[in-house]
């Protein structure tokens, strides 16, 4: 299990993440109340040497928003340059939680390098209850290895799913972690998915 990136700052309530080879928009699965028409939030990010960028947005119908990276300096967003923390504001300047699972005040990520591309951030569901025409929760404790027979969910996700691991990081606060995930096909149909803790680990795995 990777550590928590935040372990040297003093807020402890940040959602931790990642995105890879982002180009046009970093969508973000932080879920937030709807304003008035007249009305926006405001993301602030910092970066690694304390600076901030900000930007006006609007939530969907989901309660998800969107940071266009045409609106960050261009070459911001490399994987050389460190942790970002990423936080809402109302039009008062009052910092505002939004849930991802559960309510957090700030998003940590990175930048991983490589040819994987992930524009997204937090993940697309409420966990009470889970979306369960879009999306699956499998919960799983103290496992090093987590086997899931996908002839059930063949149906809803087919051959090519999105999945991710999130791991018990502390109290109540889950992480999502890069491990290492293995798909089995039979005859081209995928028939079951492998996930490597990389050791034993409490968490869930998330299935879109």
């Not at 027979?149 to 109540?172: D, E, F, I, K, R």
């Not at 149909?189 to 034993?200: Q, R, W």
Request: overall charge negative; charged content about 15%; some cysteine.
């Amino acid at each position: 299990m990777r550590p928590t990136k935040l372990s040297t700052m003093e807020c402890n309530t940040c959602f931790n993440d990642f995105i890879a080879k982002c180009n046009t928009e970093i969508n973000v699965f932080a879920q937030l109340p709807a304003l008035p028409l007249y009305d926006s939030y405001k993301w602030v990010i910092t970066d690694s040497l304390d600076r901030k960028f900000e930007g006006d947005f609007v939530v969907d119908e989901n309660g998800f928003w969107q940071i266009l990276v045409a609106d960050l300096p261009e070459g911001l967003l490399t994987q050389y340059s460190g942790d970002f923390r990423l936080e809402v504001y109302d039009s008062s300047c009052k910092p505002v939680k939004f849930k991802i699972a559960q309510e957090y005040d700030c998003i940590s990520f990175e930048i991983k390098g490589g040819t994987f591309t992930k524009d997204y951030i937090g993940c697309s569901f409420s966990c009470t209850p889970p979306l369960a025409s879009q999306t699956t929760l499998i919960a799983f404790t103290d496992a090093a290895t987590v086997d899931i027979t996908w002839a059930p969910y063949l149906a809803t996700y087919g051959n090519n799913p999105l999945v991710q691991v999130y791991h018990l990081v502390s109290g109540t606060t889950y992480q999502l972690v890069d491990v290492a995930i293995q798909q089995t096909f039979t005859d081209g149909v995928l028939t079951s998915i492998t996930i490597n803790n990389a050791g034993v680990a409490t968490g869930y795995v998330l299935i879109s």
